[in-house]
Every structure is written in C-alpha cells, then in structure tokens.
C-alpha cells in the first residue's frame, strides 16, 4: 500500500498522469467502468494537447519578444554612439583624427 502512494507520488513528479481503476469497481460493473475510463483518458488528452499549444504559444511569443529587443537594442545602440561621437557632433579636422590614432597604437 504504502509503495502503491510512493509510485503514484514519483510518477506524478516525473510528469505523468495516473488513472487508477479499483478492482471492485471493474469487477462489478466492467462496461461502465471502461467507459469512465475512456472519458478520463480523452481528458487528459485534450488537456495534454492544449497544454502544449500554449507551451509552444508561450515559446513563439518569446522569440518574438528576443527578436524585437535585439533589433531594437541595436538600433539604440548606433543611435547612442552617434550621440555620444565628437566626430558626428562636430567636424574634427583630419589632422587631429590622424595623431589621436597614432596615440592610441
């Protein structure tokens, strides 16, 4: 009995869904008994599949998300470093930008 509670608790933690049948039950009545059970395992199938459609909503709508902020995080980026470049600012002259490269080799 006790090992019967440790199972159903491990493999409902591993993700699985367990529909018991008590032997009274299918012993007495068989064909009402299969025909709740076969509604309990059409349940769990649709709920296993509307499960996976929003996981897979949920996992589309995150790459979307990841897409739209790296496309926009390197739009703000060439906008920040045109804001932040002296040279786009003002016109250095050619000169200056030839020492400050030799300065910083």
Known sequence: RDRDRVRHIVLEGLGWK????????WFLDPQSRLAKLNDDLKA???L?????????QREVEQKAASLV????????????EKKQSPAVKYKV???FQ???RTMTR
């Not at 296993?48 to 897979?56: G, H, K, T, V």
């Not at 902020?69 to 920040?80: I, K, M, N, P, R």
Request: hydrophobic residues 35%; charged residues 35%; aromatic residues 2%.
């Open 48 to 56: 296993d599949r509307n499960s996976e459609i929003e996981r897979a």
């Open 98 to 100: 030839r020492k400050c």
């Open 18 to 25: 367990l529909v018991r049948i008590w032997s009274t039950e």
């Open 44 to 46: 769990l199938l649709e």
């Open 69 to 80: 902020e790296s496309e926009l995080g390197d739009a703000a980026t060439e906008v920040a």
């Open 93 to 95: 002259p050619q000169v």
